[in-house]
């Protein structure tokens, strides 16, 4: 009984029309309800505006919150965690015909997340080169593990390049040109910080391909020659080391053994 209650109270906090919920005075016309409701969806929606603030100012509060609050009330928050709220918002934006105007705020969504989740990612320690010590011979089963705060956003916009003219001037300006690009994202130090792996740049084109491959699961061999098939200057050990500097990973395991986990 109290289940029912609890789902029917629920459902009617965001939809405000169909059947009285039973036990509520004056139904959902309620004076009080109606303030509780206002308030529930003002909490969530003020929640993806923190967790979006570059699509936020592309879009301004007018266009932005009626977003939201579809958002909200088509996907409400599963769990009691609001800091964890707005995981498939960057997929319901480009729903909206709001994507023809600017077919990059998907991704741009997509990136502000990943900061939200580089920022509150369990602290972990990372490897360091003097502790990465396998056998050659196992580069075929080896799988290095990302630290939990590092993301990889891909985009065919230079969405590195968006967000910062953003923040900066509060508009991208030009039309940004298509092509392939890419953005780590991660926490060094308890600050969150963000690396363009675009194709333009020195290097990068192997570098973002060596991390889709291991973010994929692939193994330490098979992500290196990924790389090199579309790079052929990536060098493996001068890679490792910039990799281990940033503190991108925070551990390894071999995969015949964790399959025996």
């Not at 080896?142 to 705060?149: N, Y």
């Given at each position: ?10 459902v ?13 005075a ?23 505006v ?37 995981a ?46 396998f ?28 967000r ?34 675009g ?23 098979a992500?290196?020659e ?36």
């Amino acid at each position: 009984m109290l289940l029912e209650m609890q789902s029917a109270w629920r459902v009617a906090l965001l939809r405000p029309t169909g059947s009285p919920i039973k036990g509520l005075a004056s139904g959902l016309d309620n004076p009080r309800f109606m303030i509780h409701r206002s308030n529930v969806l003002t909490s969530l929606s003020d929640a993806l505006v923190d967790a979006f603030p570059t699509v936020y100012r592309v879009l301004g509060r007018s266009r932005f919150l009626p977003i939201a609050i579809e958002f909200v009330t088509e996907m409400p928050l599963a769990i009691p965690q609001l800091l964890r709220y707005g995981a498939d918002f960057a997929d319901f934006l480009e729903r909206y015909s709001i994507a023809e105007t600017f077919p990059w705020l998907g991704d741009l969504a997509r990136l502000d997340w990943a900061c939200i989740v580089a920022f509150h990612a369990p602290d972990e320690n990372t490897i360091v080169p003097a502790a990465f010590d396998f056998d050659a011979a196992q580069a075929g089963i080896l799988l290095l593990r990302p630290h939990s705060s590092v993301s990889l956003v891909s985009s065919a916009y230079p969405i590195f390049d968006i967000r910062l003219a953003i923040q900066r001037h509060g508009s991208v300006g030009t039309d940004p040109v298509p092509g392939t690009f890419a953005v780590l994202v991660m926490r060094r130090a308890m600050q969150v910080v963000y690396e363009d792996l675009g194709a333009g740049r020195p290097g990068r084109p192997g570098r973002r391909c060596f991390l889709e491959e291991i973010m994929n699961r692939k193994t330490l061999l098979a992500a290196a020659e990924s790389a090199v098939a579309v790079d052929p200057s990536f060098d493996l050990q001068e890679e490792l080391v910039w990799h281990f500097q940033m503190g991108i990973y925070s551990g390894w395991v071999l995969a015949e053994e964790e399959q025996g986990v």
